[in-house]
């Protein structure tokens, strides 16, 4: 029997002060911390609800990842470990060589069962996937193999207009799928097109 895929969810632990700075910068780290925990939440909920593949967290601080109680019980949590976004996130990948594995954000509101669906599906054509989003970055990454993944994220510009375009320049002569285009929240703009698409 096959083993199920694997998304990944990667997430800080919500102390004060450290998530959603951008946000901070606009809200303030109390209401920033609420919003990131609410949301981290309600996408792990859409997400893992009823799956064919396995759901687990990548999480950062790596002491977090086995002290932690923020998160609902029964999801696996895994050290996000050491080195830059890419590395990190390389590193969480190729740690499921050859099953279909993809990594996700936690603050992609409008994300639904159906995307994460999607991505898996688009690895019976393609060897990577991205989910893009309209900021030049990406809400989804992931590969039909982990081992894929090798040299996906070297040199890209995190957090710019650029990060998506770097990604896609590494992937050499693999197949790429490029998915639905979904929004995610990094500043009081996002967040007020967010609330303002709710009403």
Do not use: C
Not at 25 to 50: D, H, Q
Not at 111 to 128: C, E, K, S, V
Not at 149 to 176: C, I, K, P
Request: aromatic share 8%; hydrophobic share 40%; charged share 20%.
């Amino acid at each position: 029997m096959a083993r199920p895929p694997v998304l990944i969810m990667f997430a800080r632990a919500p102390y004060l002060g450290t998530v959603k700075k951008r946000l901070a910068a606009a809200i303030g780290p109390v209401a920033a911390r609420e919003f990131y925990v609410y949301m981290t939440k309600k996408v792990l909920t859409t997400v893992s609800s009823n799956a064919p593949w396995q759901t687990v967290m990548s999480v950062t601080p790596d002491s977090s990842a086995k002290q932690g109680r923020f998160w609902p019980p029964g999801v696996t949590q895994l050290p996000q470990g050491y080195g830059d976004l890419g590395e990190r996130m390389e590193s969480a990948l190729m740690s499921f060589p050859d099953r279909p594995v993809a990594i996700i954000g936690s603050d992609i509101p409008m994300i639904t069962h159906g995307h994460i669906q999607t991505a898996f599906a688009a690895m019976g054509r393609a060897d990577l996937v991205l989910g893009p989003s309209p900021d030049g970055g990406y809400w989804l990454v992931g590969a039909r193999a982990g081992n894929l993944a090798r040299g996906l994220f070297r040199n890209v510009r995190w957090s710019s207009e650029f990060t998506l375009d770097d990604t896609l320049q590494n992937t050499g002569n693999r197949r790429v799928a490029l998915i639905d285009e979904l929004d995610d929240i990094d500043d009081v703009s996002d967040l007020e097109n967010w609330r303002s698409q709710r009403s």
